[in-house]
């Protein structure tokens, strides 16, 4: 068991370089078996959830080459099924987009219900299997197993999504591009992940147009030849250290980014008291003054993201007065709260809202995470904290997070990865 140790309560100061987004890799790295020939995929972020993807394409016999620590070559044209290991694919929420591709590509897939962080419940793909379903697919559920198949290929539709889903806009566009005729998503979700995998598709041959807008309509193509894209900066990793910045004070130059993608963080911040600077690809987040209180909502993009919410939460912790946190997306996203109050936070939770009443310390404790960004809101409540914390569940982390021991460390930050012994072993061992 790998844990994180932070001695707490130090301001953060330097710059760190954002690595490639999450969200985006793992709906582009499925893209590619749309392809007929050899992807090179670059700014690829080093996490679990794109090792994982990377290893279910080698099990269905692309060709994957790791040329260097952020790029690889995708060669999906020997693809031996339209189905891979199970295990594998509960893993990973993103397992989902390998029915969008593989019907796509083959009119025929079989996976495994999605698994990846758990905080809506059943987290439901109703509208995903509503759109396959207009492009003429019989779709299947079966002892967790959702099937997918196509008589020849997939046949253009107009596609009205009831509520506004990242996952469902692009399993769509990823069924859609080989299909035969005209496929219309109507009330598209419009984050820049969307608007990069439609930048990957159409720099391969495709045609996608109106991505980032909440129409994307995509006219069907015969064929994808390969390619070399790089993959946008990663928003959500980015807001962290900013938020980090902000709950510690100090001054960071987060660097390789998108300000534009920032524009809802940095302006939850400013209102906080933060100092936020934006240059063409950095933004430099200070801090002096103390924090004050805000209320925020999250939306789908361009609203403020609810993957950055457990992490602003934590720095409202600190803020004074009272602020108000209401989640328009998931609902069941403050599981983490009782980890905060462990060390001091005052926060109330109803239904979809929690009241944070700002404290003026937190100090430090022993944590367990329970998802990948409430796993980052413990590791910046940590570093704001007085004291030791010891954070377990860091797998979670680590599915989102390129080397985030490091690039803190590179801020200045006391925290090490610590991995800790089952009862059957015999010594502790430093892993980072
Ligand atoms: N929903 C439905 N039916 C569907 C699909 C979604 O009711 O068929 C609901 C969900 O239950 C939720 C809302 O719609 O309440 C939004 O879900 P969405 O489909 O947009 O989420 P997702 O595609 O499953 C992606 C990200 C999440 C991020 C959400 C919202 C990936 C792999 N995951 O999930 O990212 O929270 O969009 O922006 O892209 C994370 O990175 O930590 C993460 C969880």
């Known amino acids: 068991m790998t844990k994180y140790v932070i001695n707490g309560g130090k301001p953060l100061f330097g710059e760190l370089e954002v690595s490639g987004a999450k969200n985006a890799a793992v709906a582009i790295i499925p893209a590619a078996l749309l392809v007929d020939g050899q992807c090179r995929i670059e700014n690829i972020p080093r996490i679990s959830d794109v090792t994982m993807l990377l290893g279910i394409l080698r099990q269905m016999g692309a060709k994957v080459n790791v040329v260097n620590k952020s790029a690889v070559e995708i060669d999906c044209s020997n693809i031996n099924g339209t189905q891979a290991t199970f295990d594998d694919m509960r893993r990973i929420r993103a397992s989902y987009y390998l029915l969008g591709a593989l019907l796509g590509r083959y009119g025929k897939a079989s996976i495994a219900m999605p698994g990846g962080c758990n905080f809506g419940g059943v987290r439901p793909i109703d509208q995903h299997i509503k759109g396959f379903a207009a492009m003429g697919a019989s779709v299947g559920i079966k002892n967790g197993i959702v099937s997918a198949e196509t008589a020849g290929r997939a046949s253009g539709a107009t596609i009205y999504f009831d509520i506004v889903s990242v996952g469902a806009t692009i399993n769509i566009i990823l069924s859609s591009v080989l299909a035969q005729g005209r496929t219309v998503i109507e009330n598209a979700a419009k984050e820049p992940h969307i608007v990069d995998l439609a930048s990957f598709l159409n720099s391969m041959g495709a045609d996608v147009r109106g991505a980032g807008t909440n129409i994307i309509k995509i006219n069907g193509v015969r064929r994808l030849a390969g390619g070399s894209y790089s ?64 209320n925020v909502i999250t939306l789908p993009y361009p609203g403020f993201p609810t993957d950055m919410q457990p992490q602003l939460s934590a720095v409202l912790c600190l803020a004074k007065g009272t602020s108000v946190v209401t989640e328009g997306v998931w609902d069941n996203r403050f599981k983490y709260v009782g980890e905060l109050a462990k060390m001091g936070g005052n926060i109330q939770v109803g239904g979809r809202t929690a009241i944070i009443e700002g404290v003026a310390a937190l100090t430090g404790a022993p944590l367990k995470s329970c998802d990948l960004r409430a796993g980052a809101a413990l590791v910046i409540a940590g570093l704001c904290a007085g004291g030791v914390t010891e954070i377990e569940g860091v797998e979670y982390i680590e599915r989102g997070y390129e080397d985030i021991v490091g690039k803190l460390r590179g801020l200045g930050a006391d925290i090490r990865s610590i991995y800790a012994p089952d009862r059957s072993e015999f010594s502790m061992r430093t892993v980072g």
């Open 231 to 294: 993959i946008i900066p990663d928003q959500i990793e980015a807001g962290t250290y900013m938020a980090a910045a902000a709950g510690t004070g100090g001054s960071v130059a987060v660097k390789n980014v998108i300000p534009k993608h920032l524009a809802s963080i940095s302006g939850k911040l400013r209102e906080m008291g933060v100092e936020v600077f934006e240059g063409d690809d950095a933004v430099v987040v200070t801090r002096e003054a103390p924090l004050r209180r805000t």
